[in-house]
T-cell receptor, first 113, second 111 residues
Framework: QQQVKQSPQSLIVQKGGISIINCAYE??????FPWYQQFPGKGPALLIAIRPDVSEKKEGRFTISFNKSAKQFSLHIMDSQPGDSATYFC????????????FGTGTRLKVLA | DAMVIQNPRYQVTQFGKPVTLSCSQT?????MYWYQQKSSQAPKLLFH???????NEADTPDNFQSRRPNTSFCFLDIRSPGLGDAAMYLC??????????FGPGTRLTVL
């Protein structure tokens, strides 16, 4: 019940296309859902995050869509660029207690020029 | 700029030779975390401090220990590194329950 399932494992998108990465969770106590971007040899960097009281959050080309009833959330990268090529991790946490993230397994995105 | 700093960025040690990795932060966050990340895998939490309160994950090997002498610094000690401990070690911080900020990581090689 503590798992966060992430798909796809890898994704290849043409420059200018839309990249979509999906995550699903079981524990309804999760109340914070961040997305991290990680380049090779670097630490993860927070990209965007959402709480379950909203269904969508947009920051620039990055949008999180959140479906509370389906217990799913997704990251959409509009107008994907080669510089977006990285590994993306979703995560979930319960902010009232454990301070711990449950990470998804990661998606390796490659954007072709 | 406020940030999370990890030293060294690359560490090579011999099998069984103790090693210490360090993390410092200028964010004044009260929570500090240590993660282990192996190639193509998600970060795996080893332990975290909430202020001086230490919280160990159940599956963290006894070989791994940590110290937090003050708010700004946290250390990861690997007492007897094995080949399986070769990984990227990530330090992260957060203010209470908010988002975690990661450092650049230390790549550990065990010969």
């Amino acid at each position: 019940q503590q798992q966060v399932k992430q798909s796809p494992q890898s994704l290849i998108v043409q420059k200018g296309g839309i990249s979509i990465i999906n995550c699903a969770y079981e524990n309804t106590a999760f109340d914070y859902f961040p997305w991290y971007q990680q380049f090779p040899g670097k630490g993860p960097a927070l990209l965007i995050a959402i709480r379950p009281d909203v269904s969508e959050k947009k920051e620039g080309r990055f949008t999180i869509s959140f479906n509370k009833s389906a217990k799913q959330f997704s990251l959409h990268i509009m107008d994907s660029q080669p510089g977006d090529s990285a590994t993306y991790f979703c995560a979930a946490s319960i902010t009232s207690g454990t301070y711990k993230y449950i990470f998804g397994t990661g998606t390796r995105l490659k954007v072709l020029a | 700029d406020a940030m999370v700093i990890q030293n060294p960025r690359y560490q090579v040690t011999q099998f069984g030779k103790p090693v210490t990795l360090s993390c410092s932060q200028t964010l004044n966050h009260n929570v500090m975390y240590w993660y282990q990340q192996k190639s193509s895998q998600a970060p795996k939490l080893l332990f975290h401090y909430y202020d001086k309160d230490f919280n160990n994950e159940a599956d963290t090997p006894d070989n791994f220990q940590s110290r937090r002498p003050n708010t700004s610094f946290c250390f990861l000690d690997i007492r007897s590194p094995g080949l399986g401990d070769a990984a990227m070690y990530l330090c992260a911080t957060s203010r209470k329950y908010n988002e975690q900020f990661f450092g650049p990581g230390t790549r550990l090689t065990v010969l």
